[in-house]
């Protein structure tokens, strides 16, 4: 549901300025009352309210634990990350699911170098367990998602931090690796294998391996075996 998949889906659930004044308001005054806030978007350091509202945080409750679902595009640009390095307790959700020209096809107008270097910068900053990373599993890289993988974890961040999200809706939706044919599903099986004692620790792995050898070779989709 970001600006993009919204504006796709025409959906625009905005609330109106009066009442997103009044909430930041109403956040400002409790603010050392606070124990956790997370920050998700659209992109949320972009978002004026948040360097206001940062900006008190870690005046007033430097304490607070704070999570940012960001594509991290603009890390070290902004008044809000500024605010983030002053914080005791921040953590990040980085949506990463592919490298390269692939991630910038996935994840445009996203930069590839941009967003590698800013990961280690952000590794540098906040340290690698405070890094998580939330990635989407589908037809689109049922085996390049591994090469990402190897890449985060051969760059010193952690397994038990990353989360598989199978793209599986119940409708067989367009991306889903159902759609595979079951020799392209077998070499993903094999892919993972090889490496199942690196791999063990990630959230979710096991599921995505009963999902990929659960796939039927017989589906009721004929055109099932046609897709790669």
Request: hydrophobic share 40%.
């Amino acid at each position: 549901f970001s600006s993009t998949w919204a504006h796709e889906l025409k959906d625009h659930n905005n609330m109106p300025k009066e009442t997103t004044n009044a909430l930041l308001d109403y956040t400002l005054e409790n603010v050392t009352n606070l124990d956790y806030v997370y920050l998700a978007g659209g992109e949320p350091l972009m978002m004026k309210e948040n360097e206001i509202f940062l900006a008190e945080l870690a005046n007033k409750n430097p304490e607070c634990e704070v999570l940012v679902n960001s594509n991290i595009s603009l890390i070290g640009k902004t008044k809000i990350y500024e605010s983030l390095l002053k914080l005791k307790n921040v953590r990040w959700l980085v949506s990463m699911e592919t490298m390269g020209d692939q991630f910038e096809y996935v994840r445009y107008p996203a930069n590839w170098q941009t967003t590698r270097e800013n990961l280690l910068q952000l590794k540098h900053d906040f340290g690698p367990k405070a890094i998580t990373f939330g990635m989407v599993y589908g037809n689109f890289n049922a085996l390049s998602i591994w090469d990402t993988i190897d890449w985060v974890l051969e760059n010193g961040f952690l397994p038990n931090n990353i989360s598989i999200q199978i793209v599986n809706h119940g409708a067989r939706g367009h991306q889903d690796i159902y759609l595979l044919s079951r020799e392209y599903l077998d070499m993903c099986l094999e892919r993972i294998q090889s490496k199942i004692d690196v791999y063990n620790d990630i959230y979710r792995i096991q599921d995505t391996i009963k999902y990929l050898e659960t796939i039927p070779l017989d589906r009721a989709d004929s055109k099932a075996d046609d897709t790669l």
